[in-house]
């Protein structure tokens, strides 16, 4: 745990073959739950993440070559290598090397690195992989602490850490997901005690003081959701599917108003030249999309190009579903949500429990409905929560498997404890005892460590 951790617990696993240098540097970088804001950060709206005291913990080490030599602790990641040089290029995907690749591709990009040294990187976790809690965020930062000091760059000097942050979601992509910016935002700027408030373009942020009296508790639902493998294409069909409502809403709102508008996202109906109220956006959407769902030839038509130019622009390989492309209800759960935000944010201020646990709940559904990134597990999951004395809970993180976060009076924690333990992972799973169930402990954002 960060408040115990030093550096000395991490140099006892050191490979030692690998690790023959007496310069090494040590960074901790922790996961984050998502509090409320979901799938709300790529399309320009609020989110409100935690950081936890459940992180990646890294040594690393500068090498007289250019190779990138990796080792992890856990005995699923293979030890692996590469060159560091002015092209890096993907692993196949899933492998882990690509984290880091992406951390380092990012800050040669932004330093202009000509001379591409090589480092030793060693990494040991408590942070569970693939479980919504950002264990593919929490590497790429850790990549991009070590990076920089093997470059002979300092955090808060060369760089701010808001600016690493920006630059790191950015990176990420290359590992394939589309995702927005809360991750590493959070993980770089959060507080312990604190939920971190994130608005995006620009990024900024604003630490929020939690409930003293009440909990979050994480249940893993234990349906995996692996963000590089098969709900790659899911969690992207999200982006993808907001971004050609914004070209239809872009088209609309030209003919309206102005010729030259530009909608690059949906955040920019709200904060950009048009600063639509939440009531007008609702308005201008139904107008702009005349059906809740519509066929990739309506969009076409809607847009005056071909289907086969909405598949390149936007859509990609998505499947069309039978029904057609639920644009209208994904709009609605974006502004909904980022809603919810901001009324979360000022729950949390007026240290009421009761109006933030319901903000969770009217979340999840909106999850679940219109943005369809629930499964029935986090369905039962939060219901079971509902029913022993969460006072909200909801899905956090991409969806599709992974976590729940639940509000819970520090006085009935027990009693939640061990009523999900028997309702849900022993009856509805079959399992002998609970798994992944924890109280989400705030810790200070990423740091280097001594
Ligand atoms: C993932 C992404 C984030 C965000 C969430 C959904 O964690 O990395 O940027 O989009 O999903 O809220």
Not at 119 to 130: M, Q
Request: hydrophobic share 40%; glycine share 8%; with cysteine.
């Amino acid at each position: 745990m960060s408040d115990t951790l030093t550096s000395t617990m991490i140099k006892n696993k050191l490979p030692g073959h690998f690790f023959n240098s007496e310069n090494i540097g040590f960074c901790r970088v922790p996961g984050r739950v998502n509090l409320i804001g979901e799938h709300t950060d790529y399309n320009g709206f609020s989110v409100l993440p935690v950081t936890i005291k459940k992180e990646v913990q890294c040594a690393f080490s500068r090498r007289d070559d250019n190779e990138i030599h990796l080792f992890n602790e856990d005995p699923r990641f293979q030890p692996l290598s590469f060159l560091n040089q002015p092209e890096i290029l993907p692993s196949p995907t899933g492998s882990w090397d690509n984290y880091i690749k992406a951390g380092v591709i990012a800050l040669n990009k932004k330093f202009k690195v000509r001379t591409f040294p090589g480092f030793n990187l060693f990494i040991k976790s408590t942070l569970p992989i693939a479980t919504g809690l950002s264990s593919s965020s929490a590497l790429v930062i850790t990549a991009s602490l070590a990076y920089l000091k093997i470059l002979g760059k300092e955090l808060g000097r060369d760089i701010s850490r808001l600016e690493l942050a920006e630059l790191m979601a950015e990176g990420e992509h290359f590992v394939g997901t589309k995702g927005g910016g809360m991750d590493q935002t959070v993980i770089l700027n959060g507080e312990e005690g604190h939920a971190c408030k994130i608005d995006f373009f620009p990024i900024r942020t604003a630490l929020i003081p939690l409930f003293e009296d009440y909990v979050f508790i994480v249940c893993d639902s234990t349906i995996r959701a692996q963000k590089t493998g098969a709900c790659l294409h899911r969690y992207n069909a999200g982006p993808r599917m907001c971004f050609l409502a914004c070209a239809l809403l872009e088209k609309h709102l030209r003919n309206e108003f102005d010729n030259d508008l530009h909608i690059k996202r949906l955040g920019d109906l709200w904060s950009g030249d048009l600063c639509l109220t939440f009531n007008e956006i609702l308005d201008f959407t139904e107008q702009a999309i005349p059906k809740e769902y519509l066929s990739l030839k309506e969009i076409a038509y809607l847009l005056d190009i071909t289907p086969q130019d909405v598949r390149k622009l936007w859509l990609g390989e998505i499947e069309e579903p039978e029904k057609g492309f639920p644009l209208r209800a994904r709009i609605q759960h974006v502004i909904t949500e980022h809603k919810r935000v901001e009324l979360s944010r000022d729950a949390l201020l007026a240290n009421d429990a009761y109006t933030f646990g319901r903000l969770m709940n009217e979340s999840h559904s909106s999850c679940a409905d219109n943005y369809e990134i629930s499964i029935p597990e986090l369905d039962i999951l939060t219901q079971i929560a509902r029913k022993y004395g969460a006072i909200g809970s909801r899905l956090t993180g991409a969806g599709f498997g992974g976590c729940t976060v639940s509000l819970v009076p520090r006085a009935k924690v027990d009693y939640f404890m061990e009523n999900v333990e028997k309702q849900y992972y022993q009856k509805y799973l079959g399992l002998p005892s609970a798994q992944g169930m924890f109280i989400a402990e705030t810790c200070p954002s990423a740091s280097y460590i001594n």
